[in-house]
């Protein structure tokens, strides 16, 4: 696992800032003006009432938050998040400017890397993927990759849930459509870590909560929101806006109005729950492209939120490794790399969507393999220069004289595989290349993929645990309306 991080001076790591503490409070007060004086709308009376009952004045659905509740709130929030593997390791420290990798989730297109086919996603889809996301040793964390065709469109988040905890250890980010299908997930996570204390003090999983915007939150949000704090469990709570569509075109302004979603999510989770986990955005409101009123993946105006993150000192869930092409071309490698080199500069803690293309309608096997090659290059990159005696080698240096070689020296023999090697990109000579059969990058990533969903055997649950997982789905499946 990549683990990157920045802005350590002990690791003499890479040094970024995307903005000063002082734009960085402007935003925060222009958030906190909102949800005073215009207030913000709420689709759930459950949560009015926390919020009134906590200090808030309510008129019908429209709650004025004052700013002290916000500051109550940053008082008794952890400045740290653990999330864990299956075997309760714990595996994704979410603290300062550390970094983890992982997918999407729901796209409504995937990329046969078989067939080069565009086609509908299929539950098996997904199966496949997670094995390919347990393998690569990049991808620290799963999202559903995919929307499956096959099962009922309804209920697939229960569907997804089930093959994800069946093929993979790591952690998942889960996306579920309402709050019955949030149940079913923790309820799966709970069987597998072994009840509901074992899941709250091993989390193997978070929700990424949506948001329609920072003054109007829904009710499904809402009730996902309590259900998780709750139970103590973390909540990734995204506001999420397209600027110049329902937030400002300007960067600023987008951004101040998700925060003041972000800072109303903080407070009501505290008021349910003192101590409640909370992960809130890193990525701002994309500028929506006026010439196709597209949203893109691709642009470049990064690092506002997790600026923000830093100085409120929450995890923030940022956005790399996705593209707005519609195929894995050289667009496609080109955002990959500048979008997940931003996110790890500025600091993003959990880096989602790796592997989209198509802004985000599509998903590409291809594209994920490839982007574990460059977050691999990106962890180099960041890695810390060693000054010390050892590394600066003078006595080798001297032993070897002007016109010696290294090739043969203890020392060489000693370091040389501290340095990065490649998985898929080519480094051979040309010769070398075309005796191994001239193969672009996209060939040797397919070629790879079949190598892993051939050979790699994900860790399979107890048929104990995989047969209470299936009755939940079957649950689902059984008590929807006819």
């Known amino acids: 696992m990549a683990h990157n991080d920045i802005n350590t001076d002990t690791s003499n790591s890479a040094q970024f800032r995307r903005m000063t503490l002082a734009q960085c409070q402007k935003i925060h007060w222009a958030s906190l003006e909102m949800l005073e004086r215009y207030g913000a709308k709420l689709h759930d009376q459950q949560a009015i009432d926390l919020l009134k009952k906590g200090g808030a004045d309510v008129e019908g659905n429209l709650v004025y938050v004052p700013s002290g509740m916000v500051e109550k709130a940053f008082t008794t929030v952890p400045k740290r998040v653990v999330l864990y593997n299956r075997h309760g390791n714990p595996v994704m420290p979410l603290e300062g400017t550390r970094c983890f990798y992982g997918p999407g989730s729901d796209t409504l297109n995937i990329i046969d890397h078989r067939t080069g086919e565009r086609r509908k996603p299929v539950l098996n889809d997904i199966r496949e993927g997670m094995v390919l996301c347990d393998a690569l040793p990049n991808i620290d964390f799963v999202m559903s990759l995919v929307l499956p065709s096959d099962v009922d469109q309804t209920i697939a988040d229960t569907f997804q849930m089930e093959a994800m905890l069946n093929n993979t250890i790591k952690p998942i980010i889960a996306v579920t459509y309402d709050l019955p299908g949030l149940v079913d997930a923790v309820e799966m996570a709970e069987a597998v870590m072994g009840g509901v204390d074992e899941l709250r003090r091993h989390p193997i999983m978070s929700c990424y909560i949506n948001v329609v915007s920072g003054l109007h939150h829904n009710a499904e949000a809402l009730q996902k929101l309590l259900y998780l704090s709750g139970k103590g469990l973390p909540s990734i709570y995204i506001p999420s806006t397209s600027a110049g569509a329902n937030s400002p075109i300007t960067p600023a302004g987008a951004v101040a109005l998700d925060n003041t979603g972000v800072l109303l999510g903080l407070v009501l989770s505290q008021l349910n729950r003192e101590g409640a986990p909370y992960i809130m955005p890193g990525m701002p ?127 060489t023999r000693k370091h040389f595989k501290e340095e990065w090697y490649p998985t898929l990109f080519e480094r051979d000579f040309y010769t070398g290349w075309e005796a191994k059969g001239s193969k672009t990058l996209a060939q040797r990533a397919r070629e790879r993929i079949e190598k892993i969903l051939n050979q790699h055997q994900p860790e399979p649950l107890p048929a104990d645990v995989q047969l209470q997982l299936r009755k939940i789905v079957q649950h689902r499946v059984e008590t929807q309306p006819k």
């Open 285 to 411: 409101p994309a500028p929506m492209d006026m010439r196709t009123m597209n949203s893109p993946y691709g642009y470049p105006v990064r690092g506002i939120f997790q600026s923000l993150a830093q100085m409120y000192q929450l995890p923030a869930f940022g956005l790399g490794g996705a593209s707005d092409s519609k195929v894995v071309d050289q667009q496609a490698a080109a955002e990959a790399s500048l979008s997940l080199l931003a996110e790890t500069l500025v600091g993003g803690n959990i880096i989602h969507d790796v592997g989209y293309i198509e802004s985000g309608l599509g998903f590409s096997f291809e594209m994920l393999a490839i982007c574990d090659d460059i977050i691999g290059w990106i962890e180099a990159f960041l890695k810390g220069i060693d000054v010390s005696d050892e590394a600066l080698a003078l006595d080798v240096i001297q032993a070897v004289g002007h016109e010696g070689s290294y090739l043969g020296t203890e020392h």
